[in-house]
C-alpha cells in the first residue's frame, strides 16, 4: 500500500510569514494526525482529524496554527504568522482508528524560520 | 512534565550483542505503549506494542518488556544489526487519549 504523502520536504521562511504543508493519508485510514518534533524531541500532537472532524487539537497554537481536512481525505496544516520557535519537524500520520492502531507516518516537512 | 521519558540519548553496541533501550512513564493510567524506529529524513515506523495487561511481547529479534509497578518498559534487540541503528522512540497512552512519545535513544550498531 502507499504510505502517507506529505510535502513539500523542506520550507525556510522569515519570521512573520504563512506557510502551508499538505498531507495525504493512506487509503481509508480515518484518522489523521499532525505532529510537530522540535530537535532532540519527541513527536508532539498538534491536532487530530476523525475523518473530517476534530477529535483534539488542545495543543495546537490556534492563534497562529490552522489545520483542515476536507472531504475526510487530505489535509493541509498553516502556520501564520510564523515565530522562529516554530522551527520542527511537521509530520502527518493516520490510522484506522484511535490510539490503539500504530500510526503510519509521512516522511515530514522540515520547516526552518529564520 | 514529561510523562514518557527516555534518559539515555544515545546507546552504542557491538553487532551480535543484546541492545537495551528504556523508557519510563509517570502517568499510572497509561494502557498501551508503543515502540517506534527513526532513520535519518524520514518519519518514525511502528516497531512493537504492548498492552497493559501483559508483561512482555515478542517479535522476531525484538522483545518489549513492561514493568507496571515500576513503570519501566524496554525495548530488547537481539542480536543487533547494523541495520537497527536509528533513533528509538517509545509511546504511550490512556485510552482513548493521544500518544506521548518520549525523547528517543540513538541506538548505533558497530561491526
Known amino acids: 500500500e502507499a504510505g502517507v504523502a506529505q510535502s513539500p520536504r523542506y520550507k525556510i521562511i522569515e519570521k512573520r510569514q504563512s506557510v502551508a504543508f499538505w498531507c495525504n493519508p493512506i487509503s481509508g485510514h480515518a484518522t489523521l494526525y499532525w505532529y510537530q518534533q522540535i530537535l532532540g524531541q519527541g513527536p508532539k500532537l498538534l491536532i487530530q482529524f476523525q475523518n473530517n472532524g476534530v477529535v483534539d487539537d488542545s495543543q495546537l497554537p490556534k492563534d497562529r496554527f490552522s489545520a483542515e481536512r476536507l472531504k475526510g481525505v487530505d489535509s493541509t496544516l498553516k502556520i501564520q504568522p510564523a515565530k522562529l520557535e516554530d522551527s520542527a519537524v511537521y509530520l502527518c500520520?493516520?490510522?484506522?482508528?484511535?490510539?490503539?492502531?500504530?500510526?503510519?507516518f509521512g516522511n515530514g516537512t522540515r520547516l526552518t524560520v529564520t | 512534565d514529561q510523562q514518557v521519558k527516555q534518559n539515555s540519548p544515545s546507546l552504542s553496541v557491538q553487532e551480535g550483542r543484546i541492545s537495551i533501550l528504556n523508557c519510563d512513564y509517570t502517568n499510572s493510567m497509561f494502557d498501551y505503549f508503543l515502540w517506534y524506529k527513526k532513520y535519518p529524513a524520514e518519519g518514525p515506523t511502528f516497531l512493537i506494542s504492548i498492552s497493559s495487561i501483559k508483561d512482555k511481547n515478542e517479535d522476531g529479534r525484538f522483545t518489549v518488556f513492561l514493568n507496571k509497578s515500576a513503570k519501566h518498559l524496554s525495548l530488547h534487540i537481539v542480536p543487533s544489526q547494523p541495520g537497527d541503528s536509528a533513533v528509538y522512540f517509545c509511546a504511550a497512552s490512556a485510552f482513548p487519549d493521544k500518544l506521548i512519545f518520549g525523547t528517543g535513544t540513538r541506538l548505533q550498531v558497530f561491526p
Open positions: 500520520a493516520s490510522s484506522t482508528r484511535t490510539a490503539r492502531s500504530p500510526l503510519h
